[in-house]
């Protein structure tokens, strides 16, 4: 079965750090692309940071650009999603997603195709930063 595990969240005060991390089973990172999104009320799940299943290449949304970072360690199937210079509009849920291709935006299972659709999800992981 294919799981994904997100891990990781907590509370960080304004310009803090954190590092989140999200275990998979049930395939390798060269089959789907691994993505975080982000969720807060009234607003549509974001989709900020992805890593390529083809080539490793790492896409990021601009709110996060420059301060977030992906990366993989596959002995231990396991994504990050390394958080610095963190800001109160940077709370929210936390989610690790696997997809055939990366999506960064607004995601809604509705509107994006087949293309981009989502195929797993991990269950999120609260991060609070507080002013």
């Known amino acids: 079965d294919v799981q994904l595990q997100a891990s990781g969240g907590g509370l960080v005060q304004t310009g803090g750090s954190l590092t989140l991390s999200c275990t998979v089973s049930?395939?390798?990172?060269?089959?789907?692309?691994i993505g975080w999104f982000r969720h807060t009320p009234g607003k549509e799940r974001e989709g900020i940071l992805c890593i390529s299943a083809v080539d490793a290449r790492t896409y990021s949304a601009d709110s996060v650009e420059g301060r977030f970072t992906i990366s993989t360690e596959a002995a231990k199937n396991t994504v990050y999603l390394q958080m610095n210079s963190l800001k109160p509009e940077d709370t929210a849920v936390y989610y690790c997603a696997a997809s055939e291709h990366c999506f960064i935006g607004d995601y809604r299972s509705d509107r994006v195709g087949d293309y981009y659709r989502v195929h797993y999800w991990g269950k999120g992981t609260l991060v609070t930063v507080s002013s």
């Open positions: 049930g395939f390798t990172f060269d089959e789907y692309a």
